[in-house]
């Protein structure tokens, strides 16, 4: 949808509630409308999934024969999650090697999981009842999670939840996160709100460090639980089970073979020494003789 499009730029504008046919390239499940904002002095869509039974979800692009190709690394949400704290992001992501890959972003995860194709990652401490850039560093997820591989592109977005949403856009350089004070400069001047309505920018990243998940799953030391752990938005998140126990098994079987080889080593030394001793011994008899 964006391949032709200019993306050289600071940012990329993907959604904008304004205009007679927004959502019309989206593909919009259950609860869905669009209404007008008074606070923001404009229209939004209002995501009405607050329970189990009810599901609104917003998918970009319609068909999944389609690809955004969208290749600026931070995708911004402008919305408003409800009381009811319920969230829910597909991303669709294409990385370095060519292979899709999904990660899924949600307030009802406790703790991220990993498997080659698909990652579940929570959304800890995450601004509701207010209006909030909801920033995403694709290319850290991409890193951090699949290791060895790199972010190319965004193909696909899915939104969930109970929450209005007002634009989303895509970003060159990370916004700077007025929780943490930490970043560079504001949002782009067009998506920033009215006076007077109170708005937060943050951002979520994966930060890779010596305590997180090595790579290529190097060591590295552990976590005080003793389970490594990488970190989300500065909070420690474990590494899944079966990837540290999967680990130690390859780490365990490399040190076992090495061991076996230098053993057999050892005793075709020995062997060949006690067989020359065996030799000079026969020839210094045969020459007394």
Known sequence: MFKSEYQGGSHVEVFSSQGSDPAGK????????????????????????????????????????????LLQKCCVFQLLVTSEARLALELS?????????????????????VDPLNARVPLPGLVVEQWL???????SYVSGLFRSHAYRS??????????????????????MDTISGEGGADVPKGYQMPSGVVVHTQVFRCQASSKSIPAPFQDAQETGGG?????????????PEHIVSRESRERKGSLERKGSLERKGSCES??????????ESKGSLERKG
């Not at 850039?133 to 290319?139: A, G, P, Q, S, T």
């Not at 970190?231 to 998140?237: C, E, L, P, Q």
């Not at 020995?270 to 030799?279: A, D, V």
């Open 133 to 139: 850039n909801l920033c995403l560093d694709l290319d």
């Open 93 to 113: 992501v294409q990385d370095s090697d060519g292979s899709k890959r999904r990660i899924h972003f949600s307030t009802s995860f406790k703790d991220t999981s």
């Open 227 to 239: 389970r490594l752990s990488h970190v989300a938005f500065g909070a420690k998140i474990p590494v």
């Open 270 to 279: 020995k062997g060949s020494l006690e067989r020359k001793g065996s030799c």
């Open 154 to 175: 965004l193909e696909a977005i899915s939104i969930g939840g109970s929450c209005l949403v007002r634009k989303i856009f895509t970003l060159q350089d990370l916004p």
């Open 26 to 69: 989206w593909k919009l499940q259950g609860p869905v409308h669009k209404e007008y904002d008074k606070p923001t002095k404009s229209f939004v869509f209002v995501l009405e999934g607050g329970n189990s039974t009810s599901v609104a979800r917003m998918q970009l692009p319609k068909s999944e024969k389609s690809t955004l190709h």
